[in-house]
């Protein structure tokens, strides 16, 4: 089996919710605006790259890189450097293609970033291939499932006033989910006052988690897990800057309430040096940052520091989903997983089966591969407004 064709689709839906709700700094007249709560830039659609490799077989894969900006650029590294690698090879040879692929850029410094972010959408198809051509689901190739429901916390209570988050949050809770994560970042004292009265409102048992956003310095950080930890809050994520490895680990020292770190890594070499200096207590890779394989080496990596992994899960659209879904049911030492209500929504639009996610747990894609398809139609559709 040879890998023939190579089909990149950067994608941006442009109907679809403002992610984590609305902001005074969103622009209507360019697709890119800097969300001044959290210094980050943002787009007001939707954005991933979808991949699509085809073998001289018949059979085909779908990958997706996360790429909540700028999707055209992981794109184009695929067009233009990896394409011409990758055709002819037999795709099964999975980790030898990644390791080929980061090899090609590193000395040059790219170890991170859009140049991974490629990898990932690779790789991710190479697995789907291989499922397909073995007729098992990708958590079988991975080594069997722990688990065929997968428990979510919701991520977000997008809502402006204290009213409006209570009620959302309540229903929320009205449909069977248990947990949800409150996105913070507003200063010590506000999230300390929004996490106060989302506990006093969803009661004691209630599983509260908070993302600060990276806004903290140290000692800002610990006031406020100090705080956080005085209502039972299960983690507190992002606290610091994300290459500030020694400012974090010494947050974690400080604080009884777990500490929870990495969505914006991207390799086991990275994730290495945080958990040598204890500066989680819970990893958060992204699949679509990772891609499988490397997920799984840093899962395997984590496990030998007793680290649980509760894998980060944001924009990314139904193949992202997906795959995340396979690895989660695979590593022995997950925890919870991300859920992202108006994304799942449009994700699906673009798969011919729907992902479910009912109840605070998601449903295992079974069948060959990924167990699930991308509608071209409609993303032919989605392509072309």
């Not at 970033?113 to 490629?118: H, K, Q, Y």
């Not at 020292?253 to 204890?278: C, P, W």
């Not at 659209?317 to 022995?332: D, E, K, V």
Request: net charge negative; glycine share 8%; with cysteine.
């Amino acid at each position: 089996m040879k890998i023939q064709s190579i089909e990149v689709y950067p994608l941006k839906i442009r109907k679809g919710p403002v992610y984590l709700g609305n902001s005074s700094g969103l622009r209507q007249d360019n697709d890119y605006y800097i969300r001044p709560e959290y210094r980050s830039i943002y787009s007001r659609n939707l954005e991933t790259l979808l991949v699509k490799i085809t073998t001289d077989s018949g059979i085909y894969g779908w990958g997706e890189a996360l790429a909540p900006v700028g999707p055209e650029v992981t794109g184009e590294i695929i067009n233009r450097l990896f394409a011409p690698f990758l055709i002819g090879l037999d795709p099964r040879n999975i980790d030898v293609i990644w390791n080929k692929l980061y090899d090609s850029m590193r000395e040059r410094g790219y170890f991170s970033g859009f140049m991974v972010d490629a990898i990932t959408a690779v790789d991710v198809a190479l697995w789907d291939i291989l499922g397909k051509s073995v007729g098992l689901p990708v958590y079988q190739l991975l080594g069997g499932a722990y688990r065929k429901e997968i428990p979510a916390y919701v991520s977000g209570i997008p809502r402006e006033t204290k009213e409006e988050r209570i009620q959302l949050a309540l229903e929320w809770k009205a449909k069977g989910f248990q947990a949800i994560k409150l996105h913070l970042g507003y200063g010590v004292h506000k999230d300390a006052e929004i996490a106060g009265y989302m506990r006093e409102a969803l009661g004691g048992r209630f599983r509260l988690m908070v993302d600060a956003h990276w806004q903290y310095s140290v000692s800002e950080a610990i006031q406020l897990g100090r705080r956080l930890e005085k209502l039972g809050i299960e983690f507190l994520e992002a606290p610091t800057a994300p290459e500030d490895v020694d400012g974090t680990a010494e947050v974690a020292r400080a604080l009884d309430m777990a500490v929870a770190i990495g969505e914006a890594k991207r390799t086991r070499y990275q994730f290495k040096d945080r958990l040598l200096k204890r500066a989680a207590d819970i990893l958060q890779p992204d699949v679509g940052r990772t891609g499988i394989t490397e997920m799984r080496k840093i899962a395997n990596l984590a496990e030998s520091f007793n680290i649980p992994i509760a894998p980060h899960l944001s924009v990314g659209q139904g193949i992202c989903i997906a795959a995340t879904l396979h690895n989660s049911a695979s590593i022995s030492n997950f925890l919870i997983l991300e859920y992202q209500p108006t994304v799942m929504e449009i994700a699906n639009t673009l798969l011919k089966k729907p992902i479910v996610c009912e109840s605070g747990y998601y449903q295992l894609p079974e069948g060959p591969g990924l167990g699930v398809d991308i509608n071209e139609d409609k993303l032919r559709e989605l392509m072309s407004e």
